[in-house]
């Protein structure tokens, strides 16, 4: 006959490092799917009215206002750091496109009419200073390309060559993924 095995008693703190260790295991799991449905969910509900006040400009295209970041729907302006080419030498379009949107808002309060949040979370809106359509403005002056609106005045900038095209440029969306910048 074969010999019969004893079993070992289970201690208790083996049973509790096990079920310490599932519980570590579940919270981190928890916090992961947090953490990617936190990216993804809007920050906070769009305001019915949309957003006005002074506006403290991050590019030619998108500012701080009222605790929210704010980007002009229907048009892209060149990152703040990025440089284009006129007359064979390098010039700041991006710094330039962000003055030229001071110079559109002239001190005045700048009103957004608010059309929906983006996955980054900023309000995606048309603004206007003064009764004047920024994003349009911006575009026709040259200083942000048509993305989804403004075709138009584009072309205006483009045939009277203002701004960006007055020169050579990198589209601002090509030029953020070859730098491995977020949209």
Same mark, same amino acid.
């Given at each position: 006959? @074969?010999?019969?095995? /004893?079993?070992?008693?289970?201690?208790?703190?083996?049973?509790?490092?096990?079920?310490?260790?599932?519980? $570590?295991?579940?919270?981190?799991?928890?916090?992961?799917?947090?953490?990617?449905?936190?990216?993804?969910?809007?920050?906070?509900?769009?305001?019915?009215?949309?957003?006005?006040?002074?506006?403290? /400009?991050?590019?030619?295209?998108?500012?701080?206002?009222? @605790?929210?970041?704010?980007?002009?729907?229907?048009?892209?302006?060149?990152? $703040?750091?990025?440089? %284009?080419?006129?007359?064979?030498?390098?010039?700041? %379009?991006?710094?330039?496109?962000?003055?030229? /949107?001071?110079?559109?808002?002239?001190?005045?309060?700048?009103?957004?009419?608010?059309?929906?949040?983006?996955?980054?979370?900023?309000? /995606? @809106?048309? %603004?206007?200073?003064?009764?004047?359509?920024?994003?349009?403005?911006?575009?026709?002056?040259?200083?942000?390309?048509?993305?989804?609106?403004?075709?138009?005045?584009?072309?205006?900038?483009?045939?009277?060559?203002?701004?960006? *095209?007055?020169?050579?440029?990198?589209?601002?969306?090509? *030029?953020?993924?070859?730098?491995?910048? $977020?949209?």
């Amino acid at each position: 006959m @074969g010999r019969m095995q /004893l079993k070992r008693p289970v201690s208790r703190r083996s049973v509790v490092r096990t079920i310490l260790t599932g519980i $570590g295991l579940a919270i981190v799991a928890l916090l992961n799917q947090w953490m990617e449905s936190d990216k993804s969910g809007p920050a906070a509900p769009i305001p019915a009215d949309g957003v006005t006040g002074v506006p403290r /400009l991050v590019d030619g295209d998108s500012f701080h206002m009222n @605790g929210d970041e704010v980007r002009m729907k229907g048009i892209d302006a060149p990152e $703040g750091r990025q440089t %284009c080419q006129r007359q064979g030498r390098d010039w700041p %379009c991006g710094e330039e496109a962000r003055r030229e /949107l001071q110079r559109q808002i002239n001190g005045m309060k700048v009103t957004c009419e608010v059309h929906e949040r983006d996955q980054h979370r900023r309000l /995606l @809106g048309t %603004c206007r200073a003064g009764g004047k359509n920024l994003n349009a403005a911006m575009v026709e002056q040259g200083y942000a390309v048509a993305f989804g609106g403004y075709e138009a005045e584009e072309r205006v900038a483009r045939n009277a060559k203002r701004g960006l *095209w007055s020169g050579e440029f990198e589209r601002p969306r090509d *030029w953020r993924h070859k730098n491995g910048i $977020g949209q």
